[in-house]
């Protein structure tokens, strides 16, 4: 699948950048399983398959404005995405809205 990294921190960390924020210079191991995480989206056809990764346990955000959805980064941090659908309602696009601490 296609993603669109709505940040540029986060496209950064994704190509390899040097982080700027001191959560993501102090904490390498969630930087490499960030990217695992994303390349496992990419990798995915369609939904049906992102859905079938178990490690990543797509959820929708019941409580959360804009309708997004997440996916499990490790047991403690989630990838905040918005699956933008086509005119024939399937999803060709994830956008990669942030990282989130899923216990804070």
Excluded: C, W
Aim: net charge positive; no cysteine; glycine share 4%.
């Amino acid at each position: 699948m296609e993603v669109e990294f709505r940040s540029k921190e986060l496209e950064d960390l994704y190509e390899g950048k040097k982080p700027k924020s001191k959560a993501f210079k102090s904490n390498k191991k969630l930087v490499k399983n960030y990217v695992k995480t994303v390349k496992k989206i990419q990798g995915a056809q369609d939904l049906n398959t992102l859905k079938q990764i178990r490690s990543l346990n797509l959820e929708n955000l019941t409580n959360h404005p804009q309708g997004f959805s997440s996916v499990r980064i490790d047991d403690k941090y989630r990838l905040i995405i918005d699956l933008v659908k086509d005119d024939e309602d399937d999803v060709k696009l994830i956008g990669i809205e942030e990282i989130s601490n899923h216990y804070s």
